[in-house]
């Protein structure tokens, strides 16, 4: 059983850029939520995706957009890229409890470094 | 103020201590806490998911939800190496996050 896998693992970009960032749920699991951990922070909750809509955002700006496919696979788009997005981007997938948000799963993450 | 807030550390303890991690929040509405493990280089894993107050005990693990309090913490009895990882407690509701506490365990 496959568990959470992001892709790619590794990127650099340019300042200004724009980055898509993938994520295949765990098998079973209808929820993905996205989070951007900086070096030695905890995750900050980005937003989190069940069918196909946006159901939870945190305190992002809307140069973070993202989309859920029928599939419940989803990917994460970073418009404007600035130094300061460079962080390590996880991915958590779950089954949908509402508000309970119970048990994540996470990726191992893709690494993001903007230059 | 964050909703979640935790003690960063780091934290170093011999092998075999009782390890406390304690974590504070605001948001009254908060009813499901979790607490997460990470390893160095890889995505945060599920220790403990925990209802309102009280205590959840797994295998070595506690987890202790005071509301009055807005206190939650995690208990690591007979401490080992392999418990060295950073550890987030977090808001379910609200899918938030502490820094995390850098635990080592000292062979």
Known sequence: ?115 | QKEVEQDPGPLSVPEGAIVSLNCTYSNSAFQYFMWYRQYSRKGPELLMYTYSSGNKEDGRFTAQVDKSSKYISLFIRDSQPSDSATYLCGGSEKLVFGKGMKLTVNP
């Open chain 1, 1 to 115: 059983d496959a568990g959470v896998t992001q892709s790619p693992t590794h990127l650099i970009k340019t300042r200004g850029q724009q980055v898509t960032l993938r994520c295949s749920p765990k098998s079973g699991h209808d929820t993905v939520s996205w989070y951007q951990q900086a070096l030695g922070q905890g995750p900050q909750f980005i937003f989190q995706y069940y069918e196909e809509e946006e159901r939870q955002r945190g305190n992002f700006p809307d140069r973070f957009s993202g989309h859920q496919f029928p599939n419940y696979s989803s990917e994460l788009n970073v418009n404007a890229l600035l130094l300061g997005d460079s962080a390590l981007y996880l991915c958590a997938s779950s089954l949908y409890r509402g508000l309970r948000n119970e048990k994540l799963f996470f990726g191992s993450g893709t690494q993001l470094s903007v230059l």
